[in-house]
């Protein structure tokens, strides 16, 4: 089992829910706090498990904007595991979930280094590692109800574009999407093989607004918005 | 990268003194210059110890956490830090054992003495590897991603360990045509390979914001990145030095690493005059510290891309 995330950067309005809901989470779960520096200062800063950049993809007229959210990519070749020396980082055999001891690792910033993806975030205060755990005290709580057993950030979003599942699994709702998608993963020449893919946007046709010019009703309505402005 | 002095100092004294701990088992090993007599081989032992504990001890400034330090031994199977740090510490017992076998035996190559003294010079060599490694093998910065890092490491610790052997013979006054003469090959071997290294990491290369986001067919650029203010992302890999200073801060890091110590070395050997002996230590190590505080700052982590650059 690989348990990982699916993100849609079609449908992804950017609002920072995803990453609201996880801090929210996680800033009371098994790696908490998520400390803030100066909350409410001329210089807030703090510790997240999930940021959202956001980009413009192509050139006028032919741009769009992305919107990004990264968070832990849970990689099979995980070389912030690796390159742990006190052995606090590690990756679950049963599902491919990367953790970290807070009772053993010492605050070398060693991992961070080896990351790629800007996953792991030094907690200042606690002189810990922190990083997404997937919301595993959320995923395995058998005391909530199934269709909840979710990571905060997949259950919060309001336009549906995180999904959460097994990608080991080729019949997996989020090995169907990657297939019929062309999900794909980030960096891939640098060989960490992430478990989260995303999803590239959707070829819409063009909408034909030359045709629609021409329509009677249009012509009438342009008209009436022309009077009712003077 | 950010130029942590903790990290900086870590390589630059511990590689200068695992350095003067091999140019000293060279040198009493072939009685290099008539080799070092009893108190100049304890004054380079105790040096090398010095420089080594304040390269270990900065070390432990830079963890966030440093009550779990002892843990750090415990991945030498998967990790070049943990492999740094076993043999960091398996190199004491045998310096110090030579520094006590010379102290009360007063036998600087004898079998047990030669015995102890290069297997501190080997381990020291050894744990040079392992730093260069720490470095080379993070796939996500192209600028350390390569062999001629640990290679760097080890021609610099040796020209800083040779650098100190001499300048102590010229200090008491001992014959040091051919230790001056090995500091100086090993200085100018130095400055060719961090000619080659720049050489190197100056071509273009590795992921870039395409890549980085998947749409490797069109131009990316970033319009938010998506915090108010700074993150421990921006504050560990956001440094960079524009190209006109790297280039001036090169050139100054050229004249204290290399220049000033081979002519101040050469003058000493000539003259005799003790302060120039002193003059070429300072200045390597200042200059080879100049060296690994650029190393830091040039070090671009892939992590950029993210934040807005088009290719690190």
Known sequence: MRLGLVIDLDTCVGCHACAVACKEWNTSGTTAPLTDYDPYGAKPSGVWFNRIRHFEVGDYPYNKTINFPMSCMHCENAECVTVCPTGASYKRAEDGIVLVDQNKCMGCNYCSWACPYGARELDRVSGTMKKCTLCIDRIYDMEIPEEERQPACVLTCPAHARMFGDVDDPESPVSRAVRERGGYQLMPELDYNPTNHYLPPRVHAPIPIEELKKKAVRKVKEWVNRVVER | ?312
Request: aromatic share 12%; charged share 10%.
């Open chain 2, 1 to 312: 990268m950010h130029p942590a002095l903790a990290v900086i100092f870590l390589t630059l004294f511990s590689g200068g003194g695992f350095g003067i701990m091999a140019l000293t088992a060279i040198v009493n090993d072939l009685q290099i210059d008539g080799g070092l007599n009893p108190l100049q081989t304890m004054i380079a032992v105790i040096l090398s110890l010095v420089f080594v504990s304040i390269g270990m001890l900065s070390s432990t400034a830079h963890l966030a956490n440093p009550k779990n330090a002892w843990r750090a031994f415990t991945r030498w199977r998967t990790s070049w830090l943990a492999r740094e740090g076993v043999f960091a510490v398996l190199y004491y017992p045998f310096a110090v054992l030579y520094l006590l076998w010379v102290f009360f035996t007063s036998g600087t190559h004898d079998v047990a003495g030669l015995i102890l003294l290069n297997l501190a010079g080997v381990i020291g060599l050894i744990t040079i590897f392992c730093q260069g490694m720490i470095y080379a093998v993070l796939r996500t910065i192209r600028q350390w991603n390569t062999a001629l890092v640990p290679a760097n490491f080890y021609v610099m610790g040796l020209a800083i360990g040779a650098t100190v052997l001499a300048a102590e013979r010229i200090i008491v006054g001992a014959p040091a045509g051919t230790l001056v003469g090995i500091a100086l090959a090993l200085l100018a071997a130095s400055a060719v390979m961090k000619g080659i290294y720049y050489f190197w990491i100056s071509r273009p290369g590795g992921p870039t914001i395409r890549t980085a986001t998947g749409f490797n067919r069109s131009t990316v650029r970033i319009l938010e990145q998506g915090h108010t203010f700074g993150t421990f992302l921006t504050e560990e890999f956001g440094h960079t030095l524009s190209a006109a200073k790297a280039r001036s801060i090169k050139v100054i890091m050229y004249i204290f690493a290399f220049v000033i110590p081979i002519a101040a070395l050469v003058i000493g050997i000539v003259t005799g005059q003790s302060a120039f002996a002193w003059i070429a230590v300072l200045s390597v190590v200042f200059g080879i510290g100049v060296e690994r505080w650029l190393f830091f700052v040039e070090a671009q982590h892939v992590v950029n891309l993210y934040h807005g650059r088009q290719q690190c």
